[in-house]
């Protein structure tokens, strides 16, 4: 059972249930049939669903096109039939938009383009409060969908081609008088992240909040006055805080930290970026040891998944740090059948960078690098390393933070890569075998 949501007044209760679709093809698994019920009437749909805020219809999103239904109407309408439609001559201007209070979107249609494989796929998002606008997304904008005539109006556009650069932006909610939309904002290459609020009739974006602080769980109240939301300086756990609805107020709840601060040290972070073997950028979380002393040895430990960026309390990374080992995750440009060559390519790269900030050394043989299997990965990779890359005497314009620009030339990556392949043979070995599976 997914998405359980009761309507306003507590009467209808919705849930997505998944069921078995029957026996399985040759070489394919059986394939769950997603169905929407509401009171007692049942609705096949095959994507994620939004409900209407009194309960009394739907929206979702088939092979990327957005429907509509009501409860009562025994088919759903289309609200984006013109996309995935090539016109034989230019649109139109859209209809003006139904009566409401939420402001109708201007008119505007999306010419469909002439490759198939570049057509829009919208994502159903959710319902303004009133129902008259529905938030759907593509990849290369945000629109607002008048639910009564499918005219629609470009909130936000989006760049595909600048994805990896652009500020990552998610949306939470509309306001109560669906003027306005609520959406977390956090930018890729620092720790610079916020909740902001996009004017629905001009798509004007507003900073309510943004800092290098940690924000999460964002909850507004029905009349939209007042916000509830997690809240951590990077480091400690999080806490619980109000806030209205501009943020010019802002009143911590819960004191989960007061025994943490009596009692206990935690180690502070730092955003580490850096370039794989491939020239890819790249970045890590490093979490200094605790008393962190500009200078000292210390052991460093690499815990290895996929991508990291944000930094959060970590209890495992707490407790080493608070035994003397500095603890780094860095990211990896993952290779789909090849995570072994990913992690050599990302980690080594990783590992260079922080011998760079002089914040280890050479590689010693007395610890290890920590090592997640990934999810649905047909087998585990070693360890990537069983090193401890160990921090130099302090030198003149050196130190932990003290980032050089500079990289290793590509004999350098080559020669460093290879004394790690040679000291490590069953590394070796696996990427090989990938290598000989492409």
Known sequence: ??????????KHLAVITA????????????????????????????????????????AYAKKGEVFVQR????????????????????????????????????????AAPDDPDKKEQFSVISFSRDGAVLLATTKKAWYAIRVGDGSRRSLMTLDPDKEETSPKIDPIGWSPDGEG?????SARDTWERGLVRINVANGEMTSLVKDARLFGGFRFSRDGRT????????????ELYAADSGFAQIRRLTGVNEWIAASRTLPRSELVSYRDSDGKLLHGVLRYPV?????????????????????????????LANHGYAVFHPSVNLIQTRPGEAWIKGVTSAANRLIEMDSARRPRQDAAALHHRRPGSERAVEPVARDVLRAPAARQGGGVGALRERRPSPAQQRGREHRLRAA??????????????R
């Not at 939309?181 to 904002?185: D, E, G, H, V």
């Open 19 to 58: 069921v078995n679709g029957g026996a399985p093809k040759m070489g394919q698994p059986s394939l769950p049939v997603v169905r929407l019920s509401i009171w007692d009437a049942d609705r096949a749909v095959l994507a994620e669903v939004s409900l209407k805020d009194d309960g009394r219809a739907f």
């Open 424 to 437: 490590h043979p069953g590394l070796v070995r696996q990427v090989s075998e990938e290598e000989g599976r």
């Open 227 to 238: 916000v509830v939301f997690t809240l951590s300086d990077g480091d400690q756990p999080a």
């Open 181 to 185: 939309l609520f959406a977390t904002w």
């Open 291 to 319: 008393n962190y002393v500009k200078g000292q040895k210390y052991p460093t430990m690499f815990e290895i998944y996929e991508t990291f960026f944000d930094n959060g309390f970590n209890g495992r990374a707490a407790f």
């Open 71 to 110: 409860i009562d109407e025994a088919r759903p309408r289309s609200l984006t039939s013109d996309v995935n439609e090539k016109p034989a001559s230019p649109s139109p201007a859209a209809a003006p938009g139904t009566a409401g209070s939420t402001p109708a979107p201007a008119a505007g249609t999306i």
């Open 1 to 10: 059972m997914q998405q359980a949501s009761w309507s306003h007044d507590g």
